[in-house]
């Protein structure tokens, strides 16, 4: 069975730092296109960053542009992203997803496999 474990989430001051981490199982992530979104109160579930396997490509949103980047160990079968220059519209639920076969990396309908999710608050 898939599971997807996201951690790292918290409260940070603006300006401030954070690394959440996935750790995938239940398969070889090797092939997977691995990615993150967040929702934050009351508005839909947005990407955020995502890396296919080939070639290690990546893909991040205009919003976090500069400031997040997502990266992944398929040896280990986990995949971060370190969040630097915190905003406080950064605050939201970020979560982790996987699949085998996505097309419109940029979709959260494309991703099959999804964890529960990690609070992260940036105060102002």
């Known amino acids: 069975q898939v599971q997807l474990v996201e951690s790292g989430g918290g409260l940070v001051q603006a300006g401030g730092s954070l690394r959440l981490s996935c750790a995938a199982s239940g398969r070889t992530f090797t092939t997977y296109t691995m990615g993150w979104f967040r929702q934050a109160p009351g508005k839909e579930r947005e990407f955020v960053a995502a890396t296919r396997w080939s070639r290690g490509s990546i893909y991040n949103a205009v919003s976090v542009a500069g400031r997040f980047t997502i990266s992944r160990d398929n040896a280990k079968n986990t995949v971060t992203l370190q969040m630097n220059s915190l905003k406080p519209e950064d605050t939201a639920v970020y979560f982790c997803?996987?699949?085998?076969?996505?097309?419109?990396?940029?979709?959260?309908?494309?991703?099959?496999?999804w964890g529960q999710g990690t609070q992260v608050t940036v105060s102002s």
């Open positions: 997803a996987a699949d085998p076969v996505v097309g419109n990396l940029y979709s959260a309908g494309e991703y099959s496999y």
